[in-house]
Nanobody
Framework: QVQLVESGGGLVQAGGSLRLSCAAS????????MGWFRQAPAKERELVAA????????DYADPVKGRFTISRDNAKNTVYLQMNSLKPEDRDVYYC???????????????WGQGTQVTVSS
């Protein structure tokens, strides 16, 4: 099983940037595709971005396309989410998770981290 720890969240003004990190330990990190998700209170968790094990394939939710970039460093067992041009509606708890086979379906992911809060002030 893979253990995941997210970091990098915080408070930022609208238009600003944050970079989230997700550090993995346990089983071989490079065997897994990874995803970043977010969840607001009383709402369902949703996919933000996904990346294949090699980093070649990435996908983004429509609201973040052109603003967020997912990347990974398999040597450091870490996946990143660079978030630029942040908007107040990006305020959520952000989670990372793993999947054995690349997927955009949340049900295919497991080994969730504890989450990191992102707050964007207007």
């Amino acid at each position: 099983q893979v253990q995941l720890v997210e970091s990098g969240g915080g408070l930022v003004q609208a238009g600003g940037s944050l970079r989230l990190s997700c550090a993995a330990s346990g089983r071989t990190f490079s065997n897994y595709a990874m995803g970043w998700f977010r969840q607001a209170p009383a709402k369902e968790r949703e996919l933000v971005a996904a990346i294949s094990w090699s980093g070649v394939r990435t996908d983004y939710a429509d609201p973040v396309k052109g603003r967020f970039t997912i990347s990974r460093d398999n040597a450091k067992n870490t996946v990143y989410l660079q978030m630029n041009s942040l908007k107040p509606e990006d305020r959520d708890v952000y989670y990372c998770a793993v999947t054995k086979s690349y997927s955009l379906r949340i049900t295919e992911y497991n080994s969730w981290g504890q989450g990191t809060q992102v707050t964007v002030s207007s």
